[in-house]
């Protein structure tokens, strides 16, 4: 008589592609009130949003997702930073200052990001607790699970 092995796996709770989103838009906006009227409070804000989703993501152990999170904001962010530069300091050179924000300036918000969401993320995970296993069953051919 020959056996068969059944693998269990743990799968993640739920998706984050919602949260994200909001979090990606909701950055964009810190993003060009950066632009136009630069101060502490709206690096606060931005810093106040990444760690809520950090948190979100270390709940819901979708910490991986801290990598893909600053794309998800630039492709959001990108077109309105040029457009909010080009309003602010004039359509040639907002231009040029805007395409500089969105090139050289997104890797140092991208850094950022990575290093609140991601640094609140792994908190999170570790205050909730590592793995969680669930009992492997195995049964025998021919015997039925109850």
């Given amino acids: 008589m020959a056996g068969f092995v059944v693998t269990l796996g743990q799968r993640t709770r739920a998706g984050v ?12 906006v810190v993003l060009v009130m950066g632009v ?3 101060s502490p409070g709206v690096v606060a804000w931005g810093a106040i949003l990444s760690a ?17 999170a600053p794309v998800v904001s630039w492709l959001f962010a990108a077109g309105p930073v040029v457009i909010a530069s080009m309003v602010h300091s004039g359509p040639f050179g907002g231009l040029a200052l ?6 050289v300036g997104w ?6 990001e990575v290093a609140v969401v991601g640094g ?18 195995y049964f025998e051919p021919g015997e039925r699970p109850r």
């Fill in 52 to 68: 809520l989703l950090g948190l979100y993501l270390g709940l819901r152990r979708r910490v991986g997702t801290v990598l893909v």
């Fill in 107 to 112: 890797v140092g918000v991208a850094f950022s």
């Fill in 17 to 28: 592609s919602g949260p994200l989103v909001l979090w990606a838009i909701a950055m964009s």
């Fill in 120 to 137: 609140v993320a792994l908190i999170a995970r570790l205050v909730t607790g590592g793995r969680r296993e669930r009992p492997v069953v």
């Fill in 98 to 103: 805007g395409l500089f924000y969105v090139t």
């Fill in 36 to 38: 136009v009227a630069p």
